[in-house]
């Protein structure tokens, strides 16, 4: 009965490698995230998708490619991966406010983290 | 462009004391404000949040906040902590697209 699940937990690779998080919410919400917390646990929105429409896309390098097949799931496949990818990986989910775009009022939950160790 | 700003790395405080977040805020319109707590090897949890009407705002785990319009501030509190409450602290600042930028996140110590 977890509300956004992650999978995996832990992933450890090797430079150069692909690799892919999966993330499911069960909460009905139509919006949904991925964020990047760094070693300083900074915390970084990298995209956003309503209702499988990506709305956010930051700064991301193109090796980074969500894909939403419906409103429960996110994933993030990463190409190539490089050193400076390690970090953990937060996947949220939200159901949107009044403001369009994909804003919303309302809080965010988030996964328990990926933690990505790129070697 | 939206920004929040929480000037303390860490906050040391003896259980049952005050304790108190601070965070300040830069917004273009009407904030919408955010208070997350983060546990160890854990996701983010959400406290309360600030979209409009009372300046006090309260939330879960007996924690609240308040709204300082003219200070820019949404200092968040709690009047008795508890070693429980050891953890990292985001404040966060919804943007006009509809993103939330945290800040950096306030460890907090509370020690028996």
């Known amino acids: 009965d977890t509300a956004v699940s992650q999978t995996p937990k832990y992933l450890v690779t090797q430079m150069g490698n692909d690799k892919s998080i999966k993330c499911e919410q069960n909460?009905?919400?139509?919006?949904m995230y991925w964020y990047k917390q760094d070693s300083k646990k900074f915390l970084k929105i990298m995209f956003s998708?309503?209702?499988?429409?990506?709305?956010i896309n930051e700064t991301v390098p193109n090796r980074f490619s969500p894909k939403s097949p419906d409103k429960a799931h996110l994933n993030l496949h990463i190409n190539s991966l490089e050193l400076g990818d390690s970090a953990v990986y937060f996947c949220?989910?939200?159901?949107?406010?009044?403001?369009?775009?994909?804003?919303?009022?309302?809080?965010?939950?988030f996964g328990p983290g990926t933690r990505l160790t790129v070697l | 462009a939206q920004s929040v700003a929480q000037p303390e790395d860490q906050v040391n405080v003896a259980e049952g004391n005050p304790l108190t977040v601070k965070c300040t805020y830069s917004?273009?319109?009407?904030?919408?404000l955010f208070w997350y707590v983060q546990y160890p090897n854990r996701g983010l949890q959400f406290l309360l949040k600030y979209i409009t009407g009372d300046n006090l705002v309260k939330g879960s785990y007996g924690f609240e906040a308040e709204f300082n319009k003219s200070q820019t501030s949404f200092h968040l509190k709690k009047p008795s902590a508890l070693v429980s409450d050891s953890a990292l602290y985001f404040c966060?600042?919804?943007?006009?697209?509809?993103?939330?930028?945290f800040g950096a996140g306030t460890q907090v110590v509370v020690t028996p």
């Open positions: 917004v273009s319109g009407n904030p919408y």
């Open positions: 998708y309503n209702n499988k429409e990506l709305i």
């Open positions: 909460l009905g919400h139509d919006t």
């Open positions: 966060a600042v919804r943007d006009s697209w509809g993103k939330l930028q």
């Open positions: 949220a989910s939200s159901q949107a406010g009044l403001a369009g775009g994909g804003g919303t009022y309302n809080e965010q939950f």
